[in-house]
């Protein structure tokens, strides 16, 4: 059974830093394009950024224009991971992050809370 879990988010300043992680059971994420998303509480889900998969690393991983230049999505292959780097955050930035393909979705994971306060 396709299982997602995503990791690393927690309690950070304005201004700081947190790197998530996205693993994977059963499936493997080199194969396709995986995308971060957030949900902030009373809004719907939102596309965060969206890595090709390694057959089209030739492509560029979209970024939201909210978090250009701040986050980046990278992959390590050995250990089937997708990781979201996220640095300078901003209060707004706060929300449940979720890693899943970019459309036709395999079963959510739990997500991880990130939270930016001061």
């Known amino acids: 059974q396709v299982q997602l879990v995503e990791s690393g988010g927690g309690l950070v300043q304005p201004g700081g830093s947190l790197r998530l992680s996205c693993t994977a059971s059963e499936f493997t994420l080199d194969l396709y394009a995986i995308a971060w998303f957030r949900q902030a509480p009373g809004k719907e889900r939102e596309g965060v950024s969206c890595?090709?998969?390694?057959?089209?690393?030739?492509?560029?991983?979209y970024y939201a224009a909210s978090v250009k230049g701040r986050f980046t999505t990278s992959r390590d292959k050995s250990k089937n991971t997708v990781y979201l780097q996220m640095n300078t955050l901003k209060p707004e930035d706060t929300g449940v992050y979720y890693c899943n393909r970019p459309s036709v979705q395999v079963a959510w994971g739990q997500g991880t809370q990130v939270t930016v306060s001061s």
């Open positions: 890595v090709p998969s390694l057959d089209h690393s030739d492509l560029s991983t």
